[in-house]
């Protein structure tokens, strides 16, 4: 009498329920928990003992590593020249500050925004005392303004280069906040009580 065979159970129907490993993978974390996989998954030896696998990935698995380590260098490179960028605009800035008291009203809140900028990349601004220079203050003004365009685009382009999206929404709104900030920004610098009073005592010493 030839035995029968029991029938093989029928395929669940509907979604098949998530295993562990794929619950891990799809965490935050997820280089970490591939590190993790990789490094404790074990073997059976022909004598039945257990003995730990290679740690070697195979080759795709090593490529994509290193293609993440390299995205995550390029960031950083990308954070290091926004903040070089910040400091540089904002050293100008406090120079303006520093050489005409007219300006320092007009470009409080553009400094205050650098310092938050800078905050964000997570380096506060050091920024050198500026030494106080007597300049004109129009040509000084229109000199931040032109420099401020400059970064503003600088951080545009790093946010579209970032690899990392996170890094590329915040390089963008700090493009946008300054564009907007430039956007209330006079092109002239505002006359003082001193200044008009300066002016008319000199007028008055002409005529005399």
Request: glycine share 12%; charged share 20%.
């Amino acid at each position: 009498m030839t035995p029968t065979t029991a029938p093989l159970p029928a395929p669940p129907r509907g979604p098949v329920p998530a295993t562990r490993r794929g619950l891990l993978l799809g965490g935050a974390g997820l280089g970490l928990l591939l590190v993790g996989c990789s490094s404790g998954t074990s073997t059976s030896t022909r004598d039945g003992s257990v003995s730990p696998a290679s740690t070697a990935a195979p080759d795709g698995a090593q490529d994509g590593a290193q293609d993440g380590a390299q995205e995550t260098t390029d960031d950083a490179d990308r954070v290091a020249e926004a903040r070089e960028a910040l400091a540089a605009a904002a050293t100008l800035v406090t120079a303006a500050q520093r050489s005409v008291p007219s300006l320092r009203g007009v470009l409080a809140p553009l400094l205050a925004l650098h310092e938050a900028h800078a905050e964000a990349l997570g380096q506060p601004l050091d920024l050198p005392r500026a030494a106080r220079r007597a300049a004109p203050a129009d040509p000084l003004l229109a000199l931040v303004r032109d420099r401020e365009e400059q970064l503003r685009v600088r951080l545009a382009d790093l946010s579209v280069a970032a690899d990392s999206g996170s890094l590329a929404r915040l390089l963008g709104s700090m493009s946008a906040g300054l564009a907007q900030r430039l956007a209330v920004l006079p092109s002239t610098a505002p006359v003082t009580a001193a200044g008009r009073g300066a002016g008319a005592g000199s007028g008055g010493r002409g005529r005399s």
